[in-house]
């Protein structure tokens, strides 16, 4: 059984940093591709980010040189790491694999962004 696990989410000011993680079990981890997606109310998920398996990586444009994405095999961990957090994104994010599975979203991690 796969599942995700999102944790590092909370409450900064604008221009705070904050690193997520998401912990996979039930897949091969070090095999798969692995993108981070925020959700903000009211708002579609997006795609925010992806690492493939050989650690290169994407980023949508609002978070380039913002976010960092990356990824530990040994521990089936992908990281985010944001700086320079804005309030506008602000949003529940989650991981998944690539290709996407809708089965295996987690609950999300949930990061506000405000003064």
């Known amino acids: 059984q796969v599942q995700l696990v999102e944790s590092g989410g909370g409450l900064v000011q604008p221009g705070g940093s904050l690193r997520l993680s998401c912990a996979a079990s039930g897949i091969i981890f070090r095999f798969i591709a692995m993108d981070w997606y925020r959700q903000a109310p009211g708002k579609e998920r997006e795609l925010v980010a992806g690492i493939t398996r050989g650690g290169s990586t994407n980023y949508q444009d609002s978070v380039k040189g913002r976010f960092t994405i990356s990824r530990d095999n040994a521990k089936n961990t992908v990281y985010l790491q944001m700086n320079s957090l804005k309030p506008e994104d602000t949003a529940v994010y989650y991981c998944?694999?690539?290709?996407?599975?809708?089965?295996?979203w987690g609950q999300g991690t949930q990061v506000t962004v405000s003064s």
């Open positions: 998944n694999t690539v290709p996407r599975v809708d089965n295996y």
